[in-house]
């Protein structure tokens, strides 16, 4: 997932400092399996996780990222 706006316009006012963001996590679980998701920086694999946008509801953003990374 590319970079969202949001963050490219604060980068764009304070360069590299520290920036937090808050994220959401969806652990979502069938027939006692867990689905994770390959990171697309480290390779590793997780849950289903990503950056709350602004006015956004966490668990708004969880059933977001789901859908987004894996469809689901």
């Known amino acids: 997932m590319p970079t969202p706006p949001f963050i490219t316009e604060l980068r764009s006012h304070i360069g590299h400092a520290p920036l937090w963001l808050m994220g959401a996590n969806a652990l979502i679980l069938r027939d006692g399996e867990v689905l994770l998701v390959k990171r697309s920086d480290n390779g590793d694999w997780s849950a289903v996780s990503g950056i709350v946008d602004p006015g956004e509801h966490p668990a708004e953003a969880a ?4 859908m987004e990374e894996a469809g689901w």
């Open 63 to 66: 059933v977001r990222e789901a």
